[in-house]
Structures are given as C-alpha cells and as structure tokens.
Nanobody
C-alpha cells in the first residue's frame, strides 16, 4: 500500500494550502486516516485525524484553522489549511490504518510533503 501526498509548498502567513493524500488501491478498507507534521528539531505530532464514522480530532493549535476531510471511497484524505502561521512550517505526513484485506492490515505513512510559511 502506498500513500501519495501532495499539495505542500510555500505560503505567506495568513494564506492557505490544501494537502491531499491518496491510497494506491481504492478497494482497501481504511479506518482512521490522519495528518502528522514534523518541524526541524521537533518530534512528529498529530495534526488531525478523521475516523471512518466521521469523528474528527484536531491538535489544539490548528483547531478552527485547519479542516480534515475524506472522499466518498474513504481512501483519500485532505487537509485544508487556512490562516497559516510560520509555526505551521513542517513536513506533513498522511497516515492510513488499513483494515482489509487482511494481508495488508496495518498503518501506512505517506512520503511527506513540505509546508513552509513565511512571515
């Protein structure tokens, strides 16, 4: 299973970016999907997670500015990032908890996409 993330780039403070992440196989049954980020010198942290039932959680610093969503097939996940701040600068990684088929069960990570916010 591969997760392809794209949409990162350079934005000014106050601007917006939209990240996308798609699983390589749309026949997969995927439970939770999410976005993590890792800034230089810092630990990777959870940004947002969306469960198959639609429940969503956000890291406190992005609440109200970022919005996570999934497509109808539930094999792609998106992160709309608004009101960006320089402290949002990081490499963003998508994750997917694959539930079926059984031989592919597990948590997978995308390759990471750089988001840089200038002040």
């Amino acid at each position: 299973v591969q997760l392809q993330a794209y949409g990162g780039g350079l934005a000014q403070a106050g601007g917006s970016l939209r990240l996308s992440c798609a699983a390589s196989d749309i026949s997969l049954l995927i439970g939770e999907m999410g976005w993590y980020r890792q800034a230089p010198g810092k630990q990777r942290e959870l940004v947002a997670v969306i469960r198959s039932g639609g429940d969503i959680n956000y890291e406190d610093s992005v609440q109200g500015r970022f919005a996570i969503s999934r497509d109808n097939a539930k094999t792609s996940v998106y992160l709309q990032m608004n009101s960006l701040k320089p402290e949002d600068t990081a490499v963003y990684y998508c994750t997917a908890n694959v539930l079926a088929p059984g031989r592919l069960r597990g948590i997978y990570w995308g390759q990471g996409t750089q988001v840089t916010v200038s002040s």
